[in-house]
C-alpha cells in the first residue's frame, strides 16, 4: 500500500529520454547550422492540373532570405539573396518576365552614423536576364519591427507603402522626388494599448491594396498585431463599418498576412486573408453591413500561412510558411499541385494570372467547399510534428532562435525543453519525499 508520492516512470528511463530529445534538437539545429538549405530540390510531382507556370516566391526565414522563381518543372529560373529578408514581390508593368519585390538588409553602425540600421528596398528584377534596378530604398535605425513589408504600385511614379516602423503608417511616396503625397496615420483610430508593444511592434501593419469601393479610392490595411484588416478613404479616414475583426477576438482573425480584395464585379465584395496564427486561410463575403465567413481551408500540414491568391482558373494559390510549400486548391478543397519553398515564404505569385487576386472570383461566386481536414497525404514525420505545435508558440521560438533555424528545429527544440521540465519536475517531486521521510 503506497504511503507517499509515487514515481509512474523509472526516473533513469525518463532522464535518458530528456538527454536523448535534447541531442536531437542539437543535431538538428548543428545540421542547419552548417548546411545550407537546398532551394534549388526538386519540385514534388503534380496531381492532374499541375502547375504550368513560372512561380515566385520572397522568403523570410530559414537559411538566407531570398527571392527565387520556378519554373513549371521544378527547377529555379532565378535567385536573389543577396539581402537578409524578403518580403512582398508584384509583377512589374515594365514586363511579363519582371517583378518587383520588397527586402531588407543590415546597414553598418558606420554607415548609418553610430547606429545600426535597416535599409529597406524596393527592386525592380527581369528573371530572364538577371538585370534590374532600383526603385526606392529607405534606411532607419532598427528599433522594434522596421521591415517594410508591403509596397502596392499606384502609377508609374508613386507607390503606397505599408510603414511597419512607428508611427506605423500607410503613405504614398513619389519616387522622382521623394514627397509624400498623403499618410494616414494608425494612430488616427487606435489607442497604444490595443495590438503589440507600443511602439516598437504595435501594429505590425504587413499589407496594403489601393481598393475602390462604391466608386471611391480606398485603401485596405492589414493591422497584424490588432486582428484586422481595415479601410480607409484618403481625405476622411478610416470606415469603422467596413473593419473585418476585432482586437483579441481570435475567432474572426488572429495575425492574419496579405489580405486580399475581391471586388463586386468578380462576386465580392470579398477579403481573402491568411489566417496565420489560426493556421487557415478564410474569406469573408460583404453581406450588407457586415462580414460573414464564405469559406475556410485547412489540412493537417498547414502551419502558418502568409499568403493566399486566387487565381482566373478558380484554384486559391497558398504559402504554407512553416510547411515548407506552396500549394494550389481546388473549389472543392483539393489540392491542384505541391512545391516544396524553403521554410518561411511569405509571398507568392503565379506569372500571367495578373497581381495577388487581381483576375479571381469570390468563394461564393464558385461555390468552394469549406475543408478542414484532409488525408494525411501531404505530412512527413517531420512536419506532422511541427504540425503539433500550436503556431505562436513555434513562431515565438523562431524568433528567438537563429535565422537559419527551421521550423522542426523549434519543434525540438520544445520537445526537448518539455521533457527536461518533466523531468525536473519529477526530480524535484521525488526529493520533496524524500525530505518528508526523514
Known sequence: MSDGFRVPLDRRHLRGLALAVCLLAVASLAASAVTERDTARAATAPTDGGLDRTLVAAVDGTGPGQIVAYRPNGSVAYRNESLTLYHDVDPSPAGERTVEFVASDVVDEETCGGEECLRNVVRRVNLSTGAGD????????????????????????????????????????????????????????????????????????????????????????????????????????????????????????????????????RGGPAVLVADSE????????????????????????????????????????IVDSHGERVLAVRPNGSVAWSRPVPAGGYDVEVLGTGEESAGGASAARLDYESERASPFDDVDPGHWLVATVPPLLLHGTLFALPTWASPLDAALVLAAATAVAVWLAIESAVAVRHRRRQ
Open 278 to 317: 489560426n493556421n487557415r486561410v478564410v474569406e469573408y463575403q460583404r453581406e450588407g453591413d457586415r462580414w460573414v465567413e464564405s469559406w475556410t481551408w485547412t489540412d493537417e500540414r498547414l502551419q502558418w500561412p502568409r499568403d493566399a491568391d486566387r487565381l482566373p482558373n478558380g484554384t486559391t494559390v
Open 134 to 265: 532600383v526603385v526606392h530604398e529607405w534606411s532607419r535605425p532598427r528599433n522594434g519591427s522596421t521591415q517594410i513589408h508591403d509596397v502596392d504600385r499606384v502609377n508609374e511614379s508613386v507607390l503606397l507603402v505599408a510603414d511597419i516602423n512607428y508611427p506605423d503608417r500607410v503613405y504614398m511616396l513619389d519616387t522622382r522626388t521623394d514627397e509624400v503625397l498623403w499618410e494616414w496615420r494608425v494612430s488616427a483610430a487606435y489607442e497604444p494599448d490595443s495590438g503589440g508593444a507600443y511602439p516598437s511592434d504595435w501594429t505590425h501593419l504587413n499589407d496594403v491594396e489601393w481598393v475602390e469601393i462604391d466608386g471611391r479610392e480606398v485603401v485596405m490595411v492589414s493591422l497584424r498585431n490588432q486582428d484586422q484588416v481595415v479601410f480607409v478613404e484618403p481625405g476622411r479616414g478610416l470606415l469603422e463599418d467596413w473593419t473585418l475583426g476585432e482586437d483579441g477576438d481570435h475567432d474572426t482573425l488572429y495575425e492574419q498576412h496579405n489580405p486580399d480584395y475581391i471586388p463586386p464585379e
